[in-house]
């Protein structure tokens, strides 16, 4: 379900979403604001530090959040992790033209302390899209579908209530699955899913490069694959948690360092690999 809500392919046919005539009734007649946390929204302050912004995603477990202005009591839009990969990649190649292999953390410091306001949407995904906490799931997941967009800002007279996301609306379809329809059996292959290239980086690649693969991709991850060509692992914009000045160094270094993949069997991966050539 995960591919099909999110895919161009439920765009042109959001028939196999609603399946049955029951499935479809079920998402007309409910309303967003049943299946998301009411009041639960967590919010960053445009003056909040990019550093900061990377810990409280980090420990409140989410990938983007809103800017909320108390004073003006106004939302500016979203910021998530593919922004702060954008930030971070622009950083590292700023970085790059001073210093070939040296990251001094009192350079980067004022970097880290650069405003949120300052990067909202930086990557272009992500726009801040209200909707009205009176709409149906249906609604909901068409507008998300035609924008590209993984959340929508769920609202009410007296401003924003919740978030609604993917996971909500894949979470609420699931609970409910046997109401729409016989597609839900399907394979993948089956329901024409698996045409998708499947973008790949070596684990022998550096951080950077990964982060930079996903920017120019326009992805939200990658599939990390092994000398000999298994996939392992993924690597997505997430990954940047525990990234700060003094652990900028880290985004030169291999991922399989970084996430700590066993030299050992990579290099007996490697050993095979010319014992067959």
């Known amino acids: 379900l995960r591919s099909l809500v999110g895919s161009e392919m439920c765009i042109r046919d959001r028939r196999r979403v609603r399946g049955s005539q029951e499935g479809k009734e079920l998402l007309r007649k409910t309303r967003v604001d049943s299946i998301i946390k009411v009041g639960s929204v967590i919010t960053l302050k445009p003056t909040?530090?990019?550093?900061?912004?990377?810990?409280?995603?980090?420990?409140?477990?989410?990938?983007?959040?809103?800017?909320?202005?108390?004073?003006?009591y106004r939302y500016y839009g979203f910021v998530d992790t593919l922004d702060l990969a954008t930030y971070i990649v622009h950083l590292f190649r700023k970085n790059r033209q001073v210093h070939s292999h040296l990251f001094d953390p009192k350079?980067?410091?004022?970097?880290?302390?650069?405003?949120?306001?300052?990067?909202?949407?930086?990557?272009?995904?992500?726009?801040?899209i209200p909707l009205s906490n009176d709409k149906s799931v249906d609604?909901?997941?068409?507008?998300?579908?035609?924008?590209?967009?993984?959340?929508l800002a769920i609202h009410d007279s007296k401003g924003v209530i919740g978030i609604l996301s993917q996971s909500d609306i894949l979470t609420f379809l699931n609970a409910h699955i046997n109401l729409f329809g016989d597609f839900v059996f399907k394979s993948i292959s089956q329901l024409g899913l698996d045409k998708g290239k499947i973008?790949?980086?070596?684990?022998?690649?550096?951080?950077?490069?990964?982060f930079d693969k996903i920017l120019?991709?326009?992805?939200?991850?990658?599939?990390?694959?092994?000398p000999d060509g298994r996939i392992y692992g993924n690597l997505s914009a997430s990954d940047l948690e525990g990234i700060t000045e003094a652990t900028f160094f880290k985004l030169d270094a291999p991922i399989f360092q970084v996430q700590e993949v066993s030299f050992t069997l990579l290099l007996k991966i490697l050993l095979l690999k010319l014992l067959k050539q």
């Open 139 to 151: 609604i909901a997941i068409e507008t998300a579908l035609k924008y590209g967009y993984h959340r």
């Open 48 to 72: 909040t530090s990019v550093l900061d912004a990377l810990e409280v995603l980090a420990a409140n477990k989410i990938s983007s959040a809103p800017v909320y202005n108390e004073e003006r």
């Open 107 to 128: 350079e980067l410091r004022p970097a880290f302390d650069m405003p949120v306001e300052h990067i909202i949407n930086m990557s272009g995904r992500d726009a801040f």
């Open 199 to 210: 973008i790949t980086i070596p684990s022998t690649s550096k951080m950077i490069e990964a």
């Open 216 to 226: 120019q991709e326009r992805i939200s991850g990658l599939a990390v694959t092994l």
